[in-house]
């Protein structure tokens, strides 16, 4: 059974950093893309950014360039999401998804539970 | 254009069918294959329709997409409560280079 467990969400002010991680079972993590999608509160979904299998395709949201970094650890099945600079509307409930990529295909087959981050003074 | 529109609310009484659609444009739906997300109160998205018409194990057949030139629908029949939920289509843009999020419908059983 493919399980995705995310943490480290929390409160950080205006300005700071946070690191997600995702920790991977039940698949073969590195053959496949990660990605991270965020839902602000009562809002709709957004992706955020996605991995390749060996971590040298990486992309992102415009909203997030040059702020966000994203990673990933095949050894420990782990995807990371380094955020700094944060601003308010970073605000959400971060997910971390398990892709199905291929030619004109790319979806996401299983989600994890999400990690809330807010941004607050 | 780099948008996918769906209708923010849509509704039908128990054992109907309702229709959700999505819009978009040559560098998103006319391209490349759309997906749909339901996502329950309170819980993660969950994978209802993959590549335009596919259901992934699990998913009822009473849900069923399709896809022409740059819209896109979902089609669930015999309504049920538990269908209850926000519904998102999605689909990889090309000049964004991302994937794209419509904004979501939410669906009310009368």
């Known amino acids: 059974e493919v399980q995705l467990v995310e943490s480290g969400g929390g409160l950080v002010q205006p300005g700071g950093s946070l690191r997600l991680s995702c920790s991977a079972s039940g698949f073969t993590f590195s053959s496949f893309w990660m990605s991270w999608v965020r839902q602000a509160p009562g809002k709709g979904l957004e992706w955020v950014a996605s991995?390749?299998?060996?971590?040298?395709?990486?992309k992102f949201v415009d909203s997030v360039k040059g702020r966000f970094t994203i990673s990933r650890d095949n050894t420990k099945n782990s995807l990371s999401l380094d955020m700094n600079s944060l601003r308010a509307e970073d605000t959400a409930i971060y997910y971390c998804?398990?892709?199905?990529?291929?030619?004109?295909?790319?979806?996401?087959?299983?989600w994890g539970q999400g990690t809330l981050v807010t941004v607050s003074s | 254009q780099s948008v996918l529109t769906q209708p923010p609310s849509a509704s039908g009484p128990p054992g109907q069918t309702v229709t959700i659609s999505c819009s978009g444009g040559s560098s998103n739906i006319g391209t490349n294959t759309v997906d749909w997300y339901q996502q329950l109160p309170g819980t993660a998205p969950k994978l209802l329709i993959c590549?335009?018409?596919q259901r992934p194990s699990g998913v009822p057949d009473r849900f069923s997409g399709s896809k022409s030139g740059t819209s896109a629908s979902l089609a669930i029949s015999g309504l049920q409560s538990d269908d209850e939920a926000d519904y998102y289509c999605?689909?990889?843009?090309?000049?964004?280079?991302?994937?794209?999020f419509g904004g979501g419908t939410k669906l009310t059983v009368l």
């Open positions: 998804a398990k892709n199905i990529q291929g030619g004109y295909i790319f979806y996401f087959d299983h």
């Open positions: 999605a689909a990889w843009d090309d000049s964004l280079d991302g994937i794209l």
């Open positions: 991995i390749d299998q060996h971590g040298s395709h990486k």
């Open positions: 590549s335009n018409n």
